[in-house]
């Protein structure tokens, strides 16, 4: 078993980091475990989501806001953070769609994309991976480039035959999704906020989502970490740029938080390693072996 846990996180732009998972990395890096937030995109072509940031000089600047940004971030969450260097590809917008532009993320070839990934997993050599689902959590291109490199990754690092110049290979031992939108927490989140007689601002959103008992069954694992839901939020707003402190984010209560919906959620998709479902932690399997003996042995 190990006794420096290490985990990574591969998110698309800026400001993911922060709102997924932000509070169960928090959890663990005040455990002592290494977090490497790796981040694919510079976020240059995000809109502006604060009305007070919508500014000609903030959007002239906004690569190197987007970047200051993302170290203030990286600095209240604890983490390490590494940029893969591709270009935003951007939301297309309009019916039809208009094509993604030349050079970004999203029409990088996959294998190619994956190579600088790779190395950094063989590099920062983590036990636990994660990433989005196939469907990106959202649509927006750069997350589904973003699982399909994290995957090919997780697949490759371990194989001495794949990507030979990228270091000494190294098996992450566990992949997961992230679920953090998920139907079953919105409705834990509306549901609470009508109890205390509070105007629940999914109402609207949960009448047009029905549930699917297959797509809830996807989260295995639930991690506890309404102690660091603060934590997360002081993350979210270090994005300035991306995040309206007046917006959707903000208008449910941290504490309607912390009491209907406590976790952070994940889908374990690929392990290497024995652990029961459903788990509370990432790391289940691979904690050292005496951290897991019932009370009373020695
Ligand atoms: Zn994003």
Redesign the pocket.
């Known amino acids: 078993m190990v006794d420096t846990l290490r985990l990574m996180h591969v ?3 800026p ?2 980091e922060s ?1 997924k998972g932000a509070a169960s990395t928090a959890r663990y890096v005040a455990e002592g475990v290494e977090v490497l937030v790796v981040t694919c995109t510079g ?1 240059e072509r ?1 809109s502006i989501l604060n009305p007070n940031m919508d500014r000609p000089d903030v959007l002239e600047n906004i690569g190197r806001i987007r970047i200051q940004e993302m170290d203030a971030a990286r600095e209240i969450l604890g983490i390490q953070q590494e940029w893969l260097g591709f270009v935003d590809s951007g939301f297309p917008e309009g019916d039809p769609a208009p094509p993604l532009p030349d050079g970004c993320f999203a029409l990088e070839p996959v294998e190619k994309a994956a190579a600088p990934l790779v190395e950094i997993v063989r590099r920062f050599r983590p036990h636990v991976m994660t990433t989005y689902d196939e469907n990106g959590g959202y649509p ?1 291109p ?2 589904i480039m ?1 699982h399909k490199v994290s995957v090919a990754a997780f697949d490759a690092a371990g194989d001495p035959g794949m990507y030979p110049d990228a270091g000494l290979p190294w098996q992450p031992k566990k992949l997961y999704y992230h679920h953090s939108f998920h139907r079953q927490r919105l409705v834990a989140l509306h549901e609470e906020m009508e109890r205390r007689g509070l105007t629940s601002p999914y109402a609207e959103r949960l009448q047009e989502w029905k549930p699917n008992p297959e797509w809830d069954r996807r989260v295995t694992t639930r991690v506890e970490c309404a102690e660091y839901f603060p934590t997360r939020d002081k993350a979210l707003l270090a994005h300035a740029t991306q995040i309206d402190p007046e917006g959707p984010w903000f208008a449910v209560p941290l504490d309607v938080h912390q009491q209907a919906w406590p976790t952070e959620d994940y889908e374990l998709v690929r392990s290497l390693v024995d652990s029961s479902l459903p788990e509370d932690d990432l790391f289940a399997g691979l904690r050292r072996a005496e951290d897991d003996l019932p009370t009373g042995v020695q």
């Open positions: 998110h698309a732009h400001d993911d709102s976020g995000g927006h750069d997350h973003c």
